[in-house]
């Protein structure tokens, strides 16, 4: 496996139901993101842990909950969802977490909630 | 009104045909960044620059900091540069990794 990688692809839940996405980068980086893109809106930032540590936190809702075990590793624990969270779930990762910091992203998950 | 605003919203083109893309922003920023996303929704980063020019292979990125402004050109446009096309900023003082996106542009290149 190289690059970034994000399972599942897709996803369909119910409002009630509990998931977890899972995003994996095999670059040797140490900051990772969430990002959130929803239909004709721009990419919106969601979190960001440079070290295993959460750096940024763009006012999320508590239904999504962050995890980063390890550098190579970002989780997103997902719990009693709406639909207007549907949307595409992108993980992304970089050396280092300033703005000269390339991104790398994930193929991103596509998520619907019922 | 979002901050980074991308012209136009959709573009068709002619395989052959030069493509330009453009991005104004109204912040002060420290880096701008192209990107491009394949349906299925991938996103690749094209280009990080903050000032002039930067080139590569048939892409081509300019910035004009006094202006605001920058553009991507695509030549020899193929059906394969079929894609959403992304512009991005850091703006100064920004949180890290924080960056402000474009609503994106949707290119379809027909044969």
């Known amino acids: 496996e190289t690059g970034v990688t994000q399972t599942p692809r897709h996803l369909v839940m119910g409002m009630t139901n509990k998931k977890s996405l899972k995003c994996e980068q095999h670059l040797g980086h140490n900051a990772m993101y969430w990002y959130k893109q929803s239909a004709k809106k721009p990419l919106e930032l969601m979190f960001v842990?440079?070290?295993?540590?959460?750096?940024e936190n763009n006012s999320v809702p508590s239904r999504f909950s962050p995890e980063c075990p390890n550098s190579s590793h970002l989780f997103l624990h997902l719990h009693t969802l709406q639909p207007e969270d549907s949307a595409l779930y992108l993980c992304a990762s970089s050396q280092g977490s300033d703005s000269y910091n390339e991104q790398f992203f994930g193929p991103g998950t596509r998520l619907t909630v019922l | 009104k979002n901050e980074v605003e991308q012209s136009p919203q959709n573009l068709t083109a002619q395989e052959g045909e030069f493509i330009t893309i453009n991005c104004s922003y109204s912040v002060g920023i420290s880096a701008l960044h192209w990107l491009q996303q394949h349906p299925g929704g991938g996103i690749v980063s094209l280009f990080m620059l903050s000032s002039g020019k930067k080139k590569h292979g048939r892409l081509i990125a300019t910035i004009n900091i006094q202006e605001k402004h920058s553009s991507l050109h695509i030549t020899a446009s193929h059906p394969r540069d079929s894609a959403v096309y992304i512009c991005?900023?850091?703006?100064?003082?920004?949180?890290?990794?924080?960056?402000?996106f474009g609503k994106g542009t949707k290119l379809s290149v027909k044969p």
């Open positions: 842990y440079s070290l295993e540590e959460r750096v």
């Open positions: 991005a900023v850091t703006n100064y003082g920004g949180s890290q990794g924080n960056l402000i």
